[in-house]
């Protein structure tokens, strides 16, 4: 991870974090844990799970923390590198679910002009 961009995570950044927002934090803290405890999804799936979605929204922390966190729950590299490719599938799928956007303005364009030339 890059100096430059993002700080390395540290007692001093968790300790300032704490005392800005304590309830926060706690209440932050429980709700990670009640996610990625053992339930219908296996620890493991959801910290595939959480390797690809920290991938879309490119955090570098979640994609360091989940690559670690799916490696303890047992998952192979394979297996987090699948998670990533699934991850850039649905991410330039949704650039390619949204070029109908792009083409429904291209066409009320094109009649807007043709109104304007007849």
Request: glycine residues 6%.
């Amino acid at each position: 991870m890059s100096r430059d961009l993002f700080p390395a995570s540290s007692a001093d950044i968790a300790r300032k974090r704490r005392e800005l927002a304590p309830r926060q934090l706690e209440a932050f803290r429980a709700f990670s844990a009640a996610c990625f405890a053992e339930g219908e999804l296996p620890v493991k799936v959801k910290q595939l799970i959480a390797v690809a979605v920290a991938h879309t929204t490119q955090c570098p922390y979640c994609i360091h923390g989940h690559t670690e966190g799916a490696l303890k729950a047992g998952a192979s590299e394979a297996e987090i590198m699948e998670a990533i490719w699934v991850a850039a599938e649905m991410r330039a799928g949704g650039a390619y679910a949204h070029s109908a956007l792009a083409i429904d303005t291209m066409a009320a364009q094109a009649e807007r002009n043709a109104a304007g030339k007849s």
